[in-house]
């Protein structure tokens, strides 16, 4: 067997190999020898083991990462694997471990943590993807709605939703040949993730004889699983902001003598399962913490005899599946109708996705698995032992639409409004809808337009406020000016200090750090 590693002139590998086990395995050597710091630092996420060399601010991940039982949801998904996507997994793993130790000497961290590289499960890419997703589903904002309306009522609920012109998201968009230069689809992706460095994504292109595919890999995860594109067929994905996990407020007890747990389900006292796991902490004291599982799920906040206990239910550990199954599929896809087949394997998460391919085929659908249950149950904190929250099933089919002419996706509430309760506001994918109409002969290379667009609806608010500030100087007496950015307030009069309500700031010039222009 041969491999061969190519890098052009931006640096970006190119795989090749005999078989697809062979390229598996080069692609995890790539990945360790690249981002080894990066990869392995996600390894301990997903084990919850990083506060034994970042030390005591790294505790609250761990522990949470401990209770939610991330490594062991991973080994589970893993056994439940078909034997030829474990075969596959297994060997990008060995890549990864014949790679690390070359790679954590070309990456400073190791030496200024004390870290030293680790061996690779086979479950390990597993995990890591089940850390880098836990929170996309956003059951934290489920905690932030109990306590609204813990505080202020129900009805006030609905007064912080997401939709509103203060958030943002990734974009994606397909344009019908109809509206080519070519008579070709075109399709785009723009995620738009947390800034880190590196970044989420590692550009990257894997051939062998069965395929060759070009797009984005996550380091540490075998394949590439959101953008990419064959010679036939591209697809890409942004997060649907469907709803699909659940927190259940929990009454535990200790069993008889103190021996166990108890939990009260809609059927009464149920056994749960209850261990203690010690974090290590460089530089601080172990931290010890009980993990605890009820019929729900694990226990991620409170415990056995605290006021508030809260459980997490989520699909990937109930069903023992995080869709990795549709990795492999999706590297072999040459037409739209083998995307769409292999996303009907997947999972985690909930994702909106395109694709088109060069005989003309569309898609443009929703992939994942979002249980069927009541309406609360996506609002807030729902009691464990009421039956009326606990799942009836799953949402089957889930929604795809015909795309005629531009198909624009941007986490707006639409395709997968059925499947969710908060959405990206619509401005973006109504600023992509109206660029699109712009032309009826777009090419690859105008895509650029849309891309760096800076058209923001979400600045008007602060704009007002602006215009809101240079008006109220102008009225003060403050002099005249104008608003300049994070230069603050820039006079064109002679400035003088303000009178009382004020107080006795400069107005103009140069604000103190931490001042407000008046």
Known sequence: MSTEVFRDAWGIPHLRADSAHELAFAQGRNAATDRAWQIEVERHRSQ???????????????????????????????????????????????????????????????????????????????????????????????????????????????????????????????????????????????????????????????????????????????????????????????????????????????????????????????????????????????????????????????????????????????????????????????TVADVDRAFERWVEPVNVVQAADTGGGLLHRVAGRVPLRHRDNGLRVVPAWEAAYTWSGEHRPLPRAEVDGVAVMANQRGLAGPLGVEFAPPYRADRIG?????????TAGDMAAVHTDTYLASARPLLDLAAGIEGLARARGCGSGSWAGTGGWRPTAPTRRCTPPYGRKWCGGSLPTGSWPH
């Open 48 to 334: 919850g083991t990083t506060a034994s060399f970042l030390g005591p601010d790294a505790v609250d991940w761990d522990v949470f990462a401990r209770r939610s039982r991330l490594d062991d949801t991973a080994r589970r998904c893993f056994r439940a694997l078909d034997a030829d996507t474990a075969a596959w997994i297994t060997r990008y793993v060995d890549g990864v471990n014949d790679g690390l130790a070359r790679g954590a000497l070309r990456a400073p961290e190791f030496a200024a943590t004390g870290l030293v590289p680790g061996e690779w499960e086979p479950w390990t890419p597993l995990g890591i993807w089940l850390s880098t997703h836990i929170l996309f589903a956003g059951f934290p904002a489920k905690l932030w709605r109990d306590e609204v309306a813990r505080r202020l009522g129900d009805e006030a609920i609905t007064l912080f939703a997401t939709d509103g012109p203060g958030t943002s998201g990734s974009n994606g968009w397909l344009v019908t040949g109809e509206r080519t230069a070519t008579g070709s689809p075109l399709i785009a992706g723009d995620p738009h993730r947390f800034i880190e460095d590196p970044g989420v994504y590692q550009q990257i292109r894997l051939a062998c004889p069965e395929f060759d595919v070009v797009g984005l890999a996550v380091p540490g995860i075998p394949g590439m699983a959101h953008f990419g594109h064959t010679s036939t067929v591209a697809w890409a994905i942004t997060n649907a902001m469907a709803d699909y996990q659940d927190l259940y407020r929990e009454e535990l007890r200790r069993g008889p003598g103190g021996a166990g747990v108890e939990a009260l389900g809609p059927d009464g006292w149920r056994p749960a399962t209850a261990h203690t796991e010690t974090i290590e902490v460089a530089g601080g004291d172990p931290v010890e913490t009980e993990v605890v599982e009820t019929e729900r799920g694990p226990v991620i906040i409170g415990g056995p005899g605290e006021a508030v206990t809260v459980s997490l239910r989520c699909p990937t550990r109930v069903y023992e599946d995080l869709g990795f199954a549709a990795l492999p599929a999706l590297r072999r896809a040459r």
């Open 434 to 442: 109206r660029l699109r109409d712009g032309s009826k002969a777009w």
